[in-house]
Nanobody
């Protein structure tokens, strides 16, 4: 069974940093795609970043490029999203999601089958 558990959300002032974690079950983690998405109130869920686990490629949405970094810790079956230079418009519930396959698909909601419960990130001005 695919299990994803996010943690690390919270409240921070603009310009600050947070690190989100997504812990995945071992089977889920091995050589598959983990993506981070976010959903602000009244808006569609949007892709933020993705990584093909086991040393694969990373991808970033234009809105976060240069500010967010996605990485992995193989020993812990965990993917991280380091968020820096945060802006109020980054406020959202952040979700990690899983897509099985040989590469990461386009970072859209329908391409990812399993989801974590989400963690709230609030950035104040």
């Amino acid at each position: 069974q695919v299990q994803l558990v996010e943690s690390g959300g919270g409240s921070v002032q603009a310009g600050g940093s947070l690190r989100l974690s997504c812990a995945a079950s071992k089977f889920t983690y091995s050589r598959n795609c983990i993506g981070w998405f976010r959903q602000a109130p009244g808006k569609e869920r949007e892709g933020v970043a993705s990584i093909y686990t086991g040393g694969g490629r990373t991808y970033y949405a234009d809105a976060v490029k240069g500010r967010f970094t996605i990485s992995e810790d193989n020993a812990k079956n965990t993917v991280y999203l380091q968020m820096s230079s945060l802006k109020p418009e980054d406020t959202a519930i952040y979700y990690c999601a899983f897509a099985e396959g040989w590469y990461c698909p386009e970072l859209v909601r329908t391409n990812f089958r399993y989801w974590g419960q989400g963690t709230q990130v609030t950035v104040s001005s």
